[in-house]
């Protein structure tokens, strides 16, 4: 295959992911927002929702003071900013209108027809659009693509650089999502345990669609070495990041069957995997969980980065 | 159905009569009720939209994935037709690729006087690069587009060629896909020559004019431009029909003798391109240096016989406006026959009589920029107001090489569906000449239709539409 | 005469450069006037290959470097005997039609001044033959731009040299090609090397000359900057219609790489040698 398709497939991936991270940290903000304001020294949520996707200072200069409908507007509709869902989902639309022939009729339909959407959506008056319509609206949209792919889709190279797209995204969003709950959104250590501290892990894994999930694994109080192992260590919730390593695991590993012969991104890929299956929650907590996320991502995009030097580069070595 | 306009060939009708070709469509037509016709007008558009066939225009704004109207109404060649066609075509490949061997070697028809040596060697298309030199086959055009006008019964007038990359035949095919989708109790009732042979009649002929160090099967991509290219669609779309790799200029690089492909198994030896790219933006260390979307060395590998280019660099010197006028001298001095087609006749503003004939004749004629293209840059004499027509009077006094002239011509019309029904409107054809180890053509062609009433000027950019263009057979 | 070249060519990149291509017109041909008694051209790590000989019967070599690169280095050594035939071309391995070479390049494009200076110099002349024309349009040429380095970069152009009245043997040549297209003399650009005498007259010794076409003896070498015909201490490389058409060294690299070129040439004959650095 193409470098440059295989590039084009990759990166598809990396924005649908993307796109629906962003509507979810939306989410995450949207629900935070309803919490009860306990005030002195604390530190506007929004704020730190931006800080969390390093939009921060793009907006700052754009519109000053985080209000919620500006940041409604910078996150879903606004095309200049990178990480925005419309962004996204035209970025996405892009990669897979050049490769177009590459992608099957139902995957095409479902990212075009998206995309259209998206631009109604535009058109319209914002008071008409609830936040959290357009937040589903995205998740849908998102499930219905990524459908689409795993339906449809010949199971060839291109598809598993779509998935590796998808697993590094991924593990890169949910390791930033935790991040900002844990590092940025809490005020100080002192609200740890307390009802905000839970009322916004609560907040955190309904944004992830695990709050369910989460119930029915773990028993007792929610405590940050329960969540932290939910969504770092579980191998069976999908957005973990061991999950979502696995997965790019299987990807890279698919590739190596498929070409005879693997690259320094497998290998980089399983030491990534090999961490995360022999960590105990309490490791984690010893590094900090700040500067193991820090760490975590830094290895992700060590893979991103890798996997663009060899099979995007057409250097398979 | 509204009268033919007097003056012009009706492709349809031959006074009351319908010609027998037509009949199955005017009893399909006029059995059609009005509602069905808007429901499948706007089906065609959805198919159309749905595989995302559509066309830019640069600098044009609006939208810029816009759709070329599609008319439902066939336009028909009879199989006796198309057989003489074919040949004039065939013969008209031929002819031009003989004079690009011969201006690229060593000049022949020049030094016999039966063109003037500076409308080849002072031509902006001909290629320093691509003398001396004698290319697989020695095949400089290997897909020619033939534009073709009817005016009569057995008359039709070629009016210009495209000896580079003719664009367009994505629109044959996808016609034809729908009108077969759409309509298939017409493809029942008549029995319609296929178009669909030609994606592999493509590959095969491309894959016919790989270079001798080539061993085994040819590796043959499509260079193109990029996603922003009007014609991407089509890039794509031939290189999916074929099962070739669609590569950009960045896809590609030059190590050795060869050129190779950036892969996900690592390199990949290139055998044959065929570049949708305009020469200057092929390579640039040999050509425009700022050309981003070239490949460095590219005609270095070329010429070394590493690698083949379709069509051939410098290929655009038998297409030009002003070398059209002596095809038909090509095709008696290469070929020894006699034109099958025939040239409109044309006045070359360059020559002063031509050119004073053309200023006191400007109401009546078409005038066209020497290098223009896409009906850009075009006088339509009888159509055009005063200050146009004293516009282009300026343009020529001040350049007049840069413009020749034609009569207008009457060109056929064909029905096409309108408000009101059908009504008649004027129709040119554009068939496709492969051109490798052998001349193939596809029967058929794209035919393009001036959609405003009266208007002569089938361009999409300018308003024309398309239609499915079938020849009956036998 | 009996002429040695050592011709080193060093680039350094700000940032380190992934598969560098560049082509080379840098091997003189054999033709009445020189004959190659050896000749390498050298670049370390370099694959080389796509060798051909264009249309106008200039070998040209291509090279490329996977890199990453923040160097490259092209060397060219070998020796060569020259004879002194007062500019004339002969017997070289050629096909282009000298009238392709009326049409110019944006460079050379000419303005009305070149326009002037063409029409001026051809004036009066008393025995009007091409080679006398031609001999005027360098005269023209050498009167009207004087030699002085460092003002003109290698993307002026011959209409901007001329309202400079200064320059550098590209001036000089792309001025001469304008003049001549004008009057309608087929004219190219020549690139080589020039052996200087002890006198220091000669400039450069990477050096640029043109050609104009002369009936019944066909390309003549003009040498506007030296106000000579090309004798013996010249080596030809190559032609082209303007400076980057004949570039002995051709090569692009990807937008925001800056590179620096240090370039040293020596001509020497067996007697005497010369040495400058650029």
Known sequence: MLSRTASHLFWLGRYIERAETTARLLEVGGRNALLPDIGGGYRNDWEAILQSNGSLPDFKEKYGDPVQRNIETFLFFDAENPSSVFACMAAARENARVVRTALTSPVWDAINTAFQELNQFRRMERSKLALSDLTEWTMRSCALIRGSIDATQMRNDGFHFMGTGFGIERADNTARLLDVKYYVLLPNVSYVGSGLDQSQWVTLLRSMSAHRAFGWTYTGELTAAKIADFLILNPQFPRSLRASVQDANYHLDCLTRGYGRATRAQSHARTMLAELVESQVSDIFDEGLHEFLLRFMAQNAGLAGVIQDTYLQGNPE | MTNAEPGFFDEMRSGSQVREAYQSLERWHSSMPDDLRTLKQSEAENLFRRVGITFAVYGEGGDPERLIPFDMFPRVFTSPEWRKLERGIRQRAAALNAFLADVYDRGEIIKAGRIPEHLVTRNDAFEKAAIGFRPPRGVYSHIVGIDLVRTGRDQFYVLEDNCRTPSGVSYM???????????????????????????????????????????????????????????????????????VELVEGQDLFVEGDFVWMKTTKGPQKVDVIYRRLDDAFIDPLCFRPDSMLGVPGLMSVYRSGGVNICSCPGAGVADDKAVYTFVPEMIRFYLGEAPILENVPTWQCAKPDDCKYVLEHLSELVVKEVHGSGGYGMLVGPKADKSTIELFRQKIVEDPANYIAQPTLALSTCPTFVEEGIAPRHVDLRPYCLVGESIELVPGGLTRVALKEGSLVVNSSQGGGVKDTWVLAE | MRLSVHHVSRYHFDTPVRRLVQTHRLTPSDCASQRVLSWEVFSEGAVKGAVYRDGAGDLIETISVKGPVTELVVEVRGEVDTTDLFGVLRDYRETVPPGTYLRGSHTTDADADLRALSAEALEGLEEETALNRAHALARAVSGAIAYSPGLTEPATTAAEALALGKGVCQDHTHALISVANAADIPARYVTGYLHSTSDGEAHEASHAWAELYVPGLGWVGFDAANECCPDDRYIRLGSGFDAQDAAPIRGVLAGGVEETLEVSVAVKSQTQSQHQQQ
């Open chain 2, 173 to 243: 095919l996808q016609n034809r896909e729908i009108m077969m989708r759409m309509f298939p109790q017409l493809f029942l009732e008549n029995r319609i020559a296929p178009v669909d042979g030609y994606a592999r009649l493509l590959k095969k002929t491309l894959a016919s004019v790989a270079p001798d160090k080539c061993e085994g099967e040819p590796k043959v991509v499509i260079l193109t431009p990029g996603q922003f290219n009007s014609a991407y669609y089509e890039h794509s779309f031939l290189a999916d029909l074929m099962g």
